[in-house]
């Protein structure tokens, strides 16, 4: 079978479509035939490893000190179909069409793909009837994130929320989730993602290039920074008393800061990451099926130009998510 193998840390030069050999799924595994993945922001940074030393060197120490040998093929999530099933596995059948994360494998830059079916590794689900496998495959991760931090914050209706990143993966999915819960929601992003956040429920859109959402004198309920580059003390003033402080991608330096925030005030400050459940899968789906949310897609690419779609992606430039189209 075809696929993108990860020769290298570094540059998007270092993947590389090859000819690898297909998969066959153990008794507790599906054969899925990849239809779509996705390349998100979590792909190329792992590619790159341009992470903290406290981070990278641990991952190293896992997939290898030069190259990668243990984990070839990235990819966090795609949409596609099953092929076959190992006999221990009843929860799936030959021929449903399915979409989820891969868990710590990866693997989904690739013409197929085996899944454990457990709940420790990656989340699988039957796909949504109005969705395309390219859509599908755009949910999982970042729909997991969005929901992992607002189902935090108690949103009632009528509650200000505030997104940071909005434009992003998770960003996307966050301003839908919050519209969702009856929130007035304020996306701050680039210029160029403005109008298309109008378009998936944001009442009101800030450039942060042209404006500092601390400055202008608006408190808020509920403030989520999805990329981690708010500054802590003025954000803190600018969440209202008994308000949530969300932050995905947060460092560590704020752990601790959080937690004096959250001790000493009614403020609370949330960190961490999602864990990836097949029922908070099933649920992601149950609101796209009930036309609540829906996966924006800003470029597509084939198998054999996942490197190009890495460089875009490493511009932080994109609308929603960037997908990869395996096969139709």
């Known amino acids: 079978m075809k696929a993108v193998v990860w020769t290298k840390y570094g540059s998007p030069d270092g993947l590389l ?3 690898v050999e297909k998969p066959t799924p153990k008794d507790n595994q599906v054969l899925i035939k990849v239809h779509a993945a996705t390349v998100t922001a979590g792909d190329c940074e792992l590619r790159s490893l341009k992470l903290p030393v406290w981070f990278s060197l641990p991952l190293r120490l896992y997939w290898g000190v030069r190259k990668p040998k243990r984990t ?3 990819g966090q999530e795609l949409s596609g179909e099953i092929e076959a099933v190992g006999k221990d596995v009843t929860q799936f059948r030959k021929g449903d069409q399915v979409f ?3 868990g710590l494998g990866f693997g989904a830059y690739a013409e197929y793909k085996c899944l454990t079916v457990a709940a420790d590794e990656g989340a699988l689900a039957i796909k949504p009837d ?4 390219e859509e599908a495959a755009a949910v999982p991760v970042a729909g997991f994130e969005a929901w992992h931090f607002l189902g935090q914050a108690n949103i009632q209706p009528g509650q200000k929320v505030l997104i940071m990143g909005a434009g992003g ?3 996307t999915f966050a301003v839908q989730l919050a519209r969702h819960f009856g929130a007035e929601v304020t996306g701050v992003d680039r210029a160029e ?3 298309m956040l109008r378009s998936i429920g944001a009442a009101h859109v800030i450039d942060y290039t042209k404006e500092d959402f601390t400055q202008n004198g608006e408190t808020y309920d509920v403030i989520f920074d999805v990329v981690g580059k708010s500054s802590f003390p003025r954000t803190i003033k600018s969440l209202k008393q008994n308000g949530y402080y969300l932050l995905a991608n947060a460092p560590l330096s704020l752990l601790i800061r959080g937690r004096w925030i959250a001790r000493n005030s009614s403020k609370k400050v949330i960190m961490g990451t999602s864990t990836q459940k097949p029922e908070d899968l099933m649920l992601l789906k149950e ?5 609540k949310i829906k996966a924006v897609i800003d470029r597509r690419y084939p198998l054999e130009q996942v490197a190009e779609a890495h460089r875009y992606v490493d511009t932080g430039h994109k609308q929603g998510n960037v997908v990869i189209t395996v096969s139709n």
């Open 17 to 19: 479509l090859k000819e």
């Open 72 to 74: 070839i093929i990235l």
């Open 100 to 102: 989820g994360t891969t």
């Open 130 to 133: 109005n969705m395309t496998h």
């Open 169 to 171: 993966s998770i960003g």
């Open 193 to 195: 993602k403005l109008n």
């Open 287 to 291: 609101l796209i099926e009930a036309g």
